[in-house]
C-alpha cells in the first residue's frame, strides 16, 4: 500500500468473534476493496515479556506471555508486523500457544476460553524502523513507522490480550466508538 492510497481502517471488526465460516477482518477488509489480504505466521511460542506489554497486560517481573507474531500481507505485500501477547494463564496450552492457523481466529478463541473483550485502549505513536521492521516490511533504513499498542480487557477488567503493531508511515487509523462485542 503506497502511502498516497487513502486506506482508512476501522479497530472494532477486529475484535469481534467470527462466525463459523466467516474469513478473518483482514481479509474481509482488503476483499471490500478488491484486494487481496492475509498473514504470514512468523512465530507462536512463550517469551519473555518485553516490559511494555508486561506494564499493560500488569504481570509481575519475570512472567512470560505467549506471542503470535504475524506478517500481515495485502496482495502478497508486507504492510504490517503485529505481534499479539497474551498471559500464560490464558493462552498456555492453547492453538494460539502453537504454529498454525486458530479455527476462527484469536477472539473467537478467546471468547470460547471464556474472556471477551469489553474495553479497548489503543496508544499510537511513530518512531524510526528497527533494522528487523525495515526487513520484514521492504522499508529502506531509516524509515519512520506507527507504532500501535492495543490492550484489551474483559468486562471485570482483566487484562487478555496486548497486541503490538508496526506499520509504514501513511497508514490512517480511524476509532469509531460503540463497539459492543458478539
Given at each position: 500500500m503506497s502511502s498516497d492510497e487513502a486506506w482508512i481502517s476501522e479497530t472494532a471488526p477486529y475484535l469481534a468473534p467470527r462466525g463459523p465460516g466467516q474469513s478473518d477482518a483482514w481479509t474481509e477488509e482488503a476483499a471490500r476493496r478488491g484486494r487481496r489480504?492475509?498473514?504470514?505466521?512468523?512465530?507462536?511460542?512463550?517469551?519473555?515479556?518485553?516490559?511494555?506489554?508486561?506494564?499493560?497486560?500488569?504481570l509481575p517481573t519475570g512472567e512470560r506471555v505467549i506471542v503470535r507474531r504475524r506478517l500481515i500481507l495485502l496482495d502478497e505485500q508486507p504492510v504490517e508486523l503485529a505481534d499479539s501477547y497474551y498471559p500464560v494463564s490464558i493462552a498456555g496450552g492453547t492453538p494460539l500457544a502453537k504454529p498454525g492457523k486458530v479455527r476462527g481466529g484469536a477472539v473467537t478463541l478467546l471468547k470460547e476460553l471464556g474472556y471477551t473483550g469489553a474495553e479497548v485502549v489503543e496508544d499510537v505513536s511513530a518512531a524510526l524502523a528497527t533494522?528487523?521492521?525495515?526487513?520484514?516490511?521492504g522499508l529502506p533504513e531509516g524509515s519512520a513507522?506507527?507504532?500501535?499498542?492495543?490492550?484489551?480487557?474483559?468486562a471485570d477488567g482483566t487484562p487478555m490480550e496486548a497486541a503490538l503493531m508496526a506499520m509504514p508511515d501513511g497508514r490512517h487509523l480511524t476509532y469509531r466508538l460503540g463497539f459492543r462485542p458478539g
Open positions: 489480504g492475509g498473514q504470514r505466521l512468523l512465530q507462536a511460542s512463550e517469551v519473555d515479556a518485553p516490559e511494555v506489554v508486561r506494564a499493560a497486560l500488569q533494522a528487523e521492521e525495515c526487513e520484514l516490511l513507522v506507527l507504532r500501535l499498542l492495543r490492550l484489551t480487557r474483559t
